[in-house]
């Protein structure tokens, strides 16, 4: 797990808490925000997969030229 993972998952569930927030005192603007925070964070995590999926794949091909 690398960082933009951590950050953003942290960035979606501040997200979730924000909109729910926004819910129980009737604010769209803080629901708004909320969902904002939520794509933001979903936005960070898959770049964060992205990265150790292309980190894996040198490593692989990094082992590979070694058994040659």
Known sequence: ???NQ???AV???A???QEEAGKLVGSKEQQAKGLQKQVEGKAEKKLGDVKEVVKDAKEAIKDAGKKL
Do not use: H, I
């Open 11 to 13: 960035k979606d569930a």
């Open 6 to 8: 951590v950050k953003g």
């Open 1 to 3: 797990m690398n960082k």
């Open 15 to 17: 997200g979730k808490v």
